[in-house]
């Protein structure tokens, strides 16, 4: 293989990037693979080394997920990694389920600037860690409350993921990937991020102006038994609304009680909650399916194109068809975005044989997938 000469096609390549995972006690499992699989991805369809992922331990002995699974890490966090990035991976407990040694390491990391990121409940972490102060921090809704509470200097948000300057941070589940795709997509470009949502049959790429859905039973919690009950039912009939004084009867309330429920507790009145929740669907409708405006309007309950467009206009501010197109102008516009514009990954150091085997290992094995190589970067 010749030698790069700089100036040349060669010497422009994108530099490999280094992410380690840090996994606390009882991390979850799915957000752990939903992070690392967009990387292998990347690398399959670039036919480049672009990303290198290492899963990190205290002190480099084995971790049990939340679903039990044990997980032998690639080393120590205080191993010699050059890392650009550290991602905390949170789960269940997760107040019990850091050190203050792992803070202390978290928190030297941050001085040297490297870029830190948490998922599902690694937030929190962070934020203990006085690494969240000043920032927007997305974290899992069952523990946002409490996140909020205990860092009153921590801005969040019920937002999917969040990226603030050098620090991204996401709500678990599947969000990851649509966190580490929007990271590629700004890094490798629009072309690569598209294909690897394809690769995992993904409908669309989520992002930061997407938010989680908070369950109304969590944010009541076992107080208002009846109200939580009209709600489910409301949200099981969406395309054939049931009417007000029916909800109250169901719950064996009266119509007047049931809108002091809903006055106290969620700030408006039932209709108008109703509406919210219909509107809510058809948007998700109008940006994820290529179902018309009219087989919208009647899949969330509207008795008319012109009184869905006339409702959707008022409460989401823009009419169904604007909705609709400038979600296809945008991903028109980045598509034909040249990739080299966006910013690429930081330059880092060496790294010993073991270590930097598992992203090389799964590129070479890729080779012989039909799919490797598929997408070049310019």
């Not at 490999?16 to 009882?26: C, D, E, T, V």
């Not at 992070?35 to 369809?45: G, K, W």
């Not at 191993?79 to 978290?106: H, M, P, Q």
């Not at 966006?342 to 590129?363: E, K, M, N």
Request: hydrophobic share 35%.
């Amino acid at each position: 293989m010749k030698d790069s000469v700089p100036g040349t096609r060669a010497a422009a390549e994108p530099k490999s990037r280094n992410i380690g995972f840090l996994l606390l006690k009882n991390f979850t499992m799915i957000s752990l693979a939903s992070a690392i699989e967009p990387l292998r991805m990347a690398n399959q369809l670039s036919g480049k080394e672009l990303y290198n992922w290492y899963t990190l331990t205290e002190d480099g002995k084995p971790v049990c997920a939340s679903d039990g699974i044990q997980i032998t890490p690639d080393g120590a966090m205080t191993d010699s990694f050059e890392l650009d990035t550290i991602v905390v991976a949170g789960g269940v407990n997760i107040t019990r389920s850091y050190s203050k040694r792992e803070l202390s390491w978290l928190q030297s990391m941050g001085r040297k600037g490297r870029k830190l990121g948490g998922i599902c409940t690694g937030a929190y972490a962070l934020a203990e860690a006085g690494l969240m102060n000043g920032y927007e921090c997305s974290a899992h809704w069952e523990c946002i409350a409490s996140l909020q509470e205990a860092f009153p200097r921590v801005n969040c948000t019920n937002r999917l993921f969040s990226v603030d300057r050098d620090r991204m941070t996401g709500s678990g589940g599947t969000v990851p990937l649509d966190m580490m795709l929007n990271m590629i997509k700004q890094e490798h470009g629009y072309q690569l991020s598209a294909a690897i949502s394809e690769m995992f049959i993904c409908d669309r790429i989520r992002n930061e102006t997407d938010h989680q859905r908070i369950p109304l039973r969590h944010v009541l919690g076992t107080t208002q038994p009846k109200l939580v009950e009209v709600v489910s039912l409301m949200e099981a009939n969406l395309e054939e609304a049931i009417e007000l004084d029916q909800l109250a009867c169901y719950v064996g309330l009266s119509r007047r009680q049931l809108e002091r429920l809903f006055q106290k507790y969620l700030q408006c009145s039932p209709s108008r909650y109703y509406l919210k929740l219909r509107l809510t669907k058809a948007r998700q409708l109008l940006k994820q399916t290529s179902m018309s405006i009219i087989e919208v309007a009647s899949a969330c309950g509207f008795v008319s194109t012109p009184h869905f467009s006339k409702c959707y206009r008022e409460h989401i501010g823009i009419p169904p068809r604007e909705e609709r197109m400038g979600m296809r102008v945008t991903r028109n516009a980045e598509a034909l975005m040249d990739p080299m514009s966006r910013s690429l990954g930081t330059v880092f150091g060496g790294l010993g044989d073991v270590a930097s085997s598992t992203a090389l290992t799964a590129l070479t094995e890729a080779q012989s997938e039909p799919s490797y190589g598929s997408v070049t970067l310019q």
